[in-house]
């Protein structure tokens, strides 16, 4: 048996949602497993650079080979046996839909869906409307190639001008974008950070503040790349200078459900 998995790094009860609790500046990554129902083990397992746990069902053909979609548009095949890619061919719009395989006078056709899809990529995907037929000899070249999905879960608020608010993200705090106001009561929620998405130049400082009245200690902790990691007391600042260009996303000590992204260009 064959199916295509999607990686959800959270903890959650399962009275709640799962999708709702995807953390910000999680990567949404994925990949197809194949298991022995015999045993009831996995064969073989491989990871893919996008979730297949929407709609992307496989098809497996009796010479051991497998079809599979994916939120960028290429429809692949691989070694049904051991999921070594074989051939790819690009469709133009996300694919999150199960290939099917037909027969016509004696003669063999691969057909897919390619229209988009908003699960877990939002409006990143590319959307379309795209039906495809293949056959051996077939000689239609693939669709122009699309941007593809924003593989990062993208924090709670739009970007923010670092010139606009001085450069500085206040820790605990939600964000009036249409205001430019700091709201005044400490908060736990996931956009409680003072901008969420924070916009400079390369080599600007950041200042990250504990307001004096917070009650709680709180802190920017910067993940993946461990950039810095502050433990502020109330009325504490921290500073860091940012000297590439990225997309740096940075949590709370307090809780980790508050999440900022510092976007440098």
């Not at 869906?113 to 037929?133: F, N, Q």
């Not at 502050?230 to 508050?258: I, K, V």
Request: aromatic share 10%; charged share 15%; glycine share 12%.
């Amino acid at each position: 048996m064959y199916t295509g998995y999607g990686y959800v790094a959270a903890a959650h009860s399962l009275t709640e949602a799962s999708n709702g609790l995807r953390p910000p500046g999680e990567y949404l990554t994925g990949g197809v497993v194949a298991v022995d129902v015999s045993t009831n083990r996995v064969r073989w397992k491989r990871r893919m650079p996008y979730s297949l746990a929407h709609g992307n069902g496989i098809l497996t053909t009796a010479a051991n080979l497998g079809f599979i979609g994916q939120p960028d548009g290429n429809l692949l095949c691989l070694d049904a046996e051991n999921g070594r890619e074989l051939w790819r061919f690009q469709c133009g719009a996300a694919i999150s839909s199960s290939p099917i395989m037909y027969e016509v006078n004696g003669e063999q056709y691969l057909a897919v869906y390619a229209g988009g899809t908003g699960i877990p990529y939002g409006d990143s995907a590319p959307r379309g409307d795209y039906l495809w037929a293949f056959k051996l000899g077939g000689d239609l070249p693939p669709a122009p190639t699309p941007p593809a999905p924003v593989v990062r879960r993208p924090v709670s608020g739009g970007p923010v001008e670092g010139s606009a608010v001085g450069n500085k993200v206040v820790l605990a705090r939600t964000y009036n974008a249409t205001t430019g106001q700091v709201s005044a009561v400490e908060s736990t929620a996931v956009n409680a950070m003072a901008p969420t998405h924070l916009r400079v130049p390369v080599g600007t400082t950041v200042t990250f503040v504990n307001p004096a009245d917070n009650v709680n200690v709180h802190g920017a902790t910067q993940f993946f790349e461990g950039l810095f990691d502050f433990r502020l007391e109330p009325g504490q600042s921290a500073t860091y200078t940012f000297q590439q260009r990225g997309e740096y996303f940075f949590n709370d000590c307090f809780s980790p459900r508050p999440t900022g992204k510092i976007e440098v260009y």
